[in-house]
């Protein structure tokens, strides 16, 4: 009997968390029958072939393992995606782990919904972090549990939402998912998105279709904040140059075009946002010393890049529809992405870029409203009031 869902999991140099993984596959309270275990070793360097043969070896559960050589975690999840034979497809990562109840809950839910179910369910994702304590010569690490920064959306009970409808409601991760088998026949990862928000756009390829997503607030997945300089991929991710410049070309701008009057196009945009507000927050959290790059000077060029692209995708979006996303964005976080964007300066040509953005007949008054957030930020109240009715004559004054 083919199983009803097959986990897909691209394996790379996680020798030390692969137990922790196992077991919980182990102690799923959903029948044996009804999943297998895919794992796709990319060219680990490490012991974590050998130690998935020994697991695979020594399981009861159907579990297959495919080696190559190192090719990516999209090559590896498309290749473990030929051998999969579940109607429905969960990419979990091996560095972290499920609860006991996941994969039994995403298919009570999937029976209860029949066939009304859309092609993507999203269990809940909980964050992980270790954390490492100084204990005589040797180290203490202690795990604590954080709600990820989407948990808002399982607030209420589960069911279906239409992201065409309600496109706040982004979903970022594949790993926490279910996805249906016959749509990733159609659609599969795209090799060309680096570094990471490959799942994310995956997703949008997928709500294309169908542009529904089921949030099942009973399944929970644990994903893993390491504490060890062997951070994860999404970490890494931050401190390589194609963060600040691929991501534009090979995933951003195509998405926003091939998205253009379609149902979705506000949840792109939200996800767009979001994901260029995610990179402010990590450089404002960490500084930009972080950035892996070779001088300060090529660094601060980096940036500089980042920003006027940033802004180019702003301006190249629906003026209309933007107005509605940042409505709906928190004051702070408007703040702090107008503050990161002009950071070159306030009379550089990224920031008079941005001005033009908001300032055309639609946009005026959103304009001077960031404006006012970003000074009633700085300045306080009483400046934020007067810069709203005299924009220009405070903006000379004050710069």
């Known amino acids: 009997m083919k199983p009803l ?21 182990e102690n799923q309270t959903i029948g044996e029958e ?22 695979m070896d020594n399981t ?41 109840d996941f994969l039994f809950e995403m298919a009570r839910f999937i029976f209860k919904l029949g066939s009304q179910s859309p092609n993507i369910i999203a269990g809940r994702s909980r964050i992980v972090r270790e954390e490492s304590h100084p204990r005589s010569d040797k180290k203490c690490i202690s795990i604590k549990t954080f709600p990820h920064p989407l948990e808002w959306r399982f607030d209420k009970k589960s069911g279906v939402v239409d992201v065409g409808k309600y496109p706040h409601l982004i979903q970022l991760a594949t790993n926490c998912c279910l996805i249906n088998k016959r749509i990733l026949d159609q659609e599969k990862f795209n090799e060309e998105v680096r570094p990471t928000f490959e ?14 997503i089921g949030l099942c607030r009973q399944a929970s997945y644990y ?8 951070t994860s991929i999404t970490s890494q991710s931050f401190e390589r140059v194609e963060k600040y410049t691929d991501l534009f070309d090979t995933a951003l701008i195509p998405l926003i075009e091939s998205t ?31 950035l892996f790059f070779s001088t300060a000077r090529g660094r601060n060029q980096m940036l500089s890049h980042f920003r006027a692209r940033a802004i180019q995708v702003f301006g190249s979006l629906d003026k209309e529809k933007t107005v509605d996303v940042w409505s709906h964005f928190p004051k702070k976080r ?26 055309d007949d639609l946009n005026e008054e959103l304009f001077y409203k960031f404006m006012e957030i970003r ?25």
């Open 5 to 25: 869902i097959s986990i897909v999991s691209a394996v790379y140099n996680v020798v030390d968390y692969l137990p922790d993984y196992f077991i919980s596959l």
């Open 34 to 55: 009804l999943f297998e275990v895919v794992l796709v070793n990319d060219g680990s360097s490490d012991e974590s072939e050998e130690v998935c043969i020994q697991w």
């Open 60 to 100: 009861n559960l159907r579990v297959k393992l495919i080696s190559q050589a190192n090719s990516g975690v999209s090559n590896a999840r498309n290749r473990g995606l030929q051998a999969a034979t579940g109607k429905w497809i969960c990419f979990a990562d091996p560095d972290d782990w499920l609860h006991a």
């Open 199 to 212: 799942d994310a756009e995956l997703i949008v390829r997928i709500l294309r279709h169908d542009s529904r």
């Open 223 to 230: 994903y893993r904040k390491r504490s060890t300089t062997k």
């Open 260 to 290: 253009k009057g379609t149902d979705i196009e506000r949840y792109v945009i939200n996800l767009v946002f979001y994901e260029i507000g995610w990179i402010d927050s990590y450089i404002r959290q960490n500084g930009d010393y972080k």
């Open 334 to 359: 408007i703040a702090n992405l107008i503050d990161f964007l002009a950071k070159d300066g306030i009379n550089s040509t990224s920031f008079k870029e941005l001005k033009l953005i908001f300032t």
């Open 375 to 399: 000074h009633n930020h700085l300045r306080g109240r009483v400046g934020a009031f007067l810069l709203r009715r005299h924009f220009w004559f405070l903006y000379h004054l004050l710069f």
